[in-house]
């Protein structure tokens, strides 16, 4: 069972940088394929960025690319996410997930998940 656990949330003004942290416990880190995805109020869960278990691929939503950067440190068992740039419509709870079968953009792929932190970008 793999255990995951974000920080780094928090209220941000526009324009803004925010770095979450993802960290596993419980596995085998680096088998496991990386996943950012969010929530806004009422919306569906949608994909952010994914890392491979190497860490030497990585893909990321059309609507963050240039802005956000997915990382990940195997030997502390943590991914990040560096979000710069941020605008008011990147407002949600964020969510880490993991999965060693493959790396996916849907969310229900995904087997493991943490709790999710708030980021929130006033204008």
């Known amino acids: 069972q793999v255990q995951l656990v974000e920080s780094g949330g928090g209220l941000v003004q526009a324009g803004g940088s925010l770095r979450l942290s993802c960290v596993a416990s419980g596995g085998t880190f680096s088998r496991f394929v990386m996943g950012w995805f969010r929530q806004a109020a009422g919306k569906e869960r949608e994909f952010v960025a994914a890392i491979s278990g190497s860490g030497g691929r990585t893909y990321y939503a059309d609507s963050v690319k240039g802005r956000f950067a997915i990382s990940r440190d195997n030997a502390k068992s943590t991914v990040y996410l560096q979000m710069n740039s941020l605008k008011p419509e990147d407002t949600a709870v964020y969510y880490c997930?993991?999965?060693?079968?493959?790396?996916?953009?849907?969310?229900?792929?995904?087997?493991?998940w943490g709790q999710g932190t708030q980021v929130t970008v006033s204008s």
């Open positions: 997930a993991a999965d060693d079968r493959g790396l996916y953009y849907d969310p229900r792929l995904y087997e493991y």
